[in-house]
């Protein structure tokens, strides 16, 4: 008491009023929408949750099985590029609106990035080949780090202190993983195969961290973030290019001729080769697609997450199939990442 009067403090907020807040605003934010809008980001999340581990799955079972082509890998990555075409193609019926128009920035910005995707998707082939999916996977998570840099000089996003945390915790959670290269390593890997596997995922994830940036400041100085057709007008010309230049790759590495022979001496024939690469092209083209549609519809925060739960997905599912090693050290680096998945999702939500 002071002056006659009582001080009180605002009582703290309980749980359950949190929670019954949590439930009004999401109950406010559902009806803000068509029930269309949810329907399309509960698929486009499904996507990306079932195809993109079952792409990193496939990659593995076509090196363990007989595989030995690098580019052919980059080129079923790919090759699923008219999928994009079809679904945008009935857009401009529906919305009854016109394809952006082309300009020689566009088409430079569209070709540099489809280079650079190309570039990124061999680097990940080298990794499948010499890694287990679930430490390919781990190192692939690495792309958040690079995503948030890249973002912050290239597009001038905002980096808090959640955001740099999670750049330290996924860091160390990669240095685990090195630690453990002698348990992790398959028989018929050296071990300079195995570093160099290393070596090409976080540059891959590097690489596809500027991507991702590049791409963010295409739509922003160029595109603008309009229309879902914009969106896949942008993924189907990268793809296009990024498929030019594979094809160049494979012709000049003679792996169409190699094919064949490949094929026949494939474990379980030539069924299961060419299954193995349709189910490639198909599932990474679903799941880019989902990630597109889930940034387009909702947030990249929202991104954030179903990447941080693809992640001890693809890795559980490559224990349990595909039998891979999991020792203590990944497990712990796979609980370290899921930590600094958190921390970002955390720091882009506030920054937001």
Same mark, same amino acid.
């Given at each position: 008491?002071?002056?006659?009067?009582?001080?009180?403090?605002?009582?703290? +907020?309980?749980?359950?009023?949190?929670?019954?807040?949590?439930?009004?605003?999401?109950?406010?934010?559902?009806?803000?929408?068509?029930?269309?809008?949810?329907?399309?980001?509960?698929?486009?999340?499904?996507?990306?949750?079932?195809?993109? /581990? !079952?792409? %990193?799955?496939?990659?593995?079972?076509?090196?363990?099985?007989?595989?030995?082509?690098?580019?052919?890998?980059?080129?079923? =990555?790919?090759?699923?590029?008219?999928?994009?075409?079809?679904?945008?193609?009935?857009?401009?019926? *529906?919305?009854?609106? =016109?394809?952006?128009?082309?300009?020689?920035?566009?088409?430079?910005?569209?070709?540099?990035?489809?280079?650079?995707? !190309?570039?990124?998707?061999?680097?990940?082939?080298?990794?499948?080949?010499?890694?287990?999916?679930?430490?390919? %996977?781990?190192?692939?998570?690495?792309?958040?780090?690079?995503?948030?840099?890249? @973002?912050?000089?290239? $597009?001038?996003?905002?980096?808090?202190?959640?955001? +740099?945390?999670?750049?330290?915790?996924?860091?160390?959670?990669?240095?685990?993983?090195?630690?453990?290269?002698? %348990?992790?390593?398959?028989?018929?890997?050296?071990? &300079?195969?195995?570093?160099?596997?290393?070596?090409?995922?976080?540059?891959?994830? !590097?690489?596809?961290?500027? *991507?991702?940036?590049?791409?963010?400041?295409?739509?922003? &100085?160029?595109?603008?973030?309009?229309?879902?057709?914009?969106?896949?007008?942008?993924?189907?010309?990268?793809?296009?290019? =990024?498929?030019?230049?594979?094809?160049?790759?494979?012709?000049?590495?003679?792996?169409?001729?190699?094919? !064949?022979?490949e094929a026949v001496s494939f474990e379980g024939g030539k069924s299961s080769y060419y299954q193995v690469l349709i189910w490639s092209t198909i599932t990474f083209q679903l799941g880019?697609?989902?990630?597109?549609?889930?940034?387009?519809?909702?947030?990249?925060?929202?991104?954030?997450?179903?990447?941080?739960?693809?992640? /001890?997905?693809?890795?559980?599912?490559?224990?349990?199939?595909?039998?891979? /090693?999991?020792?203590?050290?990944?497990?712990?680096?796979?609980? $370290?990442?899921?930590?600094?998945? @958190?921390?970002?999702?955390?720091?882009?939500?506030?920054?937001?």
């Amino acid at each position: 008491m002071e002056g006659g009067r009582v001080e009180e403090d605002s009582p703290p +907020v309980s749980l359950c009023a949190r929670i019954s807040a949590l439930k009004t605003m999401a109950w406010e934010e559902y009806k803000s929408k068509p029930i269309s809008h949810w329907i399309l980001l509960l698929l486009s999340s499904a996507a990306m949750l079932v195809a993109f /581990p !079952a792409s %990193s799955l496939l990659s593995r079972i076509y090196f363990a099985n007989g595989g030995t082509s690098k580019w052919i890998i980059s080129w079923v =990555a790919v090759a699923g590029w008219p999928l994009t075409a079809l679904i945008l193609l009935p857009t401009y019926f *529906i919305r009854k609106t =016109a394809p952006t128009p082309l300009n020689l920035t566009l088409i430079l910005s569209y070709g540099v990035l489809g280079f650079l995707s !190309a570039a990124d998707n061999l680097m990940y082939a080298y990794a499948y080949a010499y890694l287990p999916a679930s430490t390919a %996977s781990l190192l692939a998570s690495s792309s958040l780090v690079f995503s948030a840099l890249f @973002g912050y000089i290239l $597009v001038k996003n905002r980096l808090n202190a959640s955001i +740099v945390n999670a750049i330290v915790i996924i860091t160390a959670a990669m240095t685990i993983i090195a630690l453990d290269s002698d %348990s992790d390593r398959y028989g018929n890997v050296t071990e &300079k195969q195995y570093i160099l596997g290393f070596v090409w995922d976080i540059l891959g994830s !590097a690489l596809h961290g500027l *991507i991702f940036a590049l791409s963010e400041l295409v739509f922003v &100085k160029l595109l603008g973030r309009t229309s879902f057709h914009v969106v896949l007008e942008q993924q189907l010309g990268v793809s296009l290019f =990024a498929f030019m230049f594979t094809t160049f790759g494979m012709i000049w590495n003679k792996d169409f001729q190699g094919m !064949a022979s490949e094929a026949v001496s494939f474990e379980g024939g030539k069924s299961s080769y060419y299954q193995v690469l349709i189910w490639s092209t198909i599932t990474f083209q679903l799941g880019v697609l989902g990630a597109t549609a889930v940034l387009f519809l909702s947030s990249t925060v929202l991104a954030g997450v179903l990447n941080a739960v693809r992640v /001890p997905l693809t890795s559980i599912a490559a224990v349990i199939l595909l039998s891979d /090693p999991m020792s203590g050290l990944k497990i712990l680096s796979l609980i $370290v990442t899921f930590w600094g998945f @958190g921390c970002y999702i955390y720091g882009s939500s506030s920054g937001s």
